[in-house]
């Protein structure tokens, strides 16, 4: 098999101590825990990495959606994130870029490879349906014409993310909470990806502060996770003003939590991606390209990164060649098997295996592959997207107050 080389613009990812994955680690290294996870990251090894103090407490924020490129181009909406930004690492993130992908990343401290989290929406092998993976749902004839409908994802998240996640190996001798919305309390996707913590609930980001502040009068870690800004940056796009005003209140609340936490609380903001400005004249529907369309029994992923689900007895190698065809430039195709080698998803369980696709796409530039059956109008017009490897969606930041 030909090995896959990235093109200059593209970055691989990372699962090691030079990643998202090594966070969780590192701040239990920081609360003198020593684990490791089954990739192999010990919290001591990656809290030295980091240059981390030891401490008693240790507060780990996710903004998501804030990748260092973002924050660096919009660093005037965030006095007091830009005074760390010198001193801040920049981390790589899974591949895809995304959400889900990444959550699971960090709370296990492994890759999508073993966490079976590969994507926004992702074949169920169990059912041939699409799975969403952030709300839990599947769609069991997703291009049935008209509405869309899902019910709830009948998998287990235990069965399906089978990583203990970092919280649950912090074991019963230290304090874990993680405030957030009623919503995501019971959510198959905090099951999967983030359980162990004592969920308290807070709406507004401003409450979850304060949630943070009142379980920090114990020794312990607090998770605390802000979505806002990357829901705008899909809605109005990361360039926007409407962009820069959901980052300007975060980093208010931000700057407030780091005023008011007990001495010698160690706090650590980082993202779980970043995002970039779609181009609409670069967007290529398979629902309108017979050559992407031939032998495609379903499309998951997102926008930019795909997977390419072929149909029985269709040969995969086929149709990454007319996807390539087709996309030119403004896509990176290529066999599972090669984005498998090439540790795109770290390694991979066996279990894993049905969920990725054949064939794995890549998106370049701001280029998206959309199918117009499968995506509603809103989902391909969003200004703004991530999942895909370039160094704005893959470098996060790592900002560090003590």
Excluded at 23 to 36: C, E, I, N, R, Y
Excluded at 379 to 398: D, F
Aim: hydrophobic share 40%.
């Amino acid at each position: 098999m030909t090995p896959v080389t990235l093109p200059d613009e593209l970055v691989a990812p990372s699962y090691g101590s030079d990643s998202l994955a090594a966070v969780l680690p590192a701040a239990a290294g920081a609360l003198g825990v020593d684990l490791t996870t089954s990739t192999g990251l010990r919290s001591t090894d990656c809290a030295a990495a980091f240059g981390l103090p030891g401490a008693r407490r240790v507060v780990v924020v996710v903004v998501d959606g804030l990748g260092m490129h973002n924050l660096a181009e919009r660093g005037g909406h965030a006095p007091f994130l830009r005074r760390l930004l010198p001193d801040a690492r920049a981390l790589l993130t899974s591949f895809p870029s995304t959400t889900a992908a990444a959550l699971a990343t960090l709370g296990t401290g492994t890759s999508p490879g073993r966490t079976g989290l590969v994507g926004y929406t992702q074949r169920n092998p169990a059912t041939g349906g699409l799975a969403t993976m952030v709300s839990w749902t599947e769609q069991s004839d997703p291009y049935r014409p008209g509405t869309k409908t899902s019910a709830p994802l009948g998998t287990d998240p235990a069965d399906l993310q089978r990583e203990p996640t970092v919280f649950e190996a912090l074991g019963a001798g230290v304090s874990v909470v993680a405030p957030g919305p009623a919503k995501f309390q019971a959510s198959g996707m905090t099951r999967a990806a983030l359980r162990g913590p004592r969920y308290v609930v807070a709406e507004k980001f401003s409450d979850r502060v304060d949630a943070t502040l009142r379980a920090l009068r114990d020794d312990g870690l607090v998770y605390l996770y802000q979505a806002e800004v990357d829901s705008v940056g899909h809605k109005h796009g990361p360039d926007s003003w409407q962009w820069g005003d959901a980052l300007e209140s975060t980093d208010a609340e931000l700057r407030r939590l780091v005023a008011s936490v007990p001495a010698g609380t160690l706090v650590l903001v980082t993202a779980d991606h970043g995002q970039v400005a779609t181009d609409m004249a670069r967007q290529h529907d398979v629902a309108a390209e017979p050559a992407l369309d031939r032998d495609v029994a379903l499309l998951g992923g997102e926008p930019r990164a795909t997977h390419v689900y072929v149909t029985p007895g269709a040969e995969p190698a086929a149709v990454a060649e007319r996807w390539a065809g087709v996309l030119g430039d403004d896509a990176l195709v290529v066999l599972r098997d090669t984005a498998i080698d090439a540790g795109w998803f770290g390694p991979v369980a066996d279990h894993v295996l049905p969920a990725l696709g054949d064939v794995v796409v890549a998106a370049r530039g701001n280029a998206t592959i959309v199918d117009s059956r499968l995506h509603p109008e809103g989902a391909r017009r969003m200004p703004g997207v991530h999942g895909s490897l370039t160094p704005a969606e893959m470098t996060v930041p790592l900002l560090v107050s003590y």
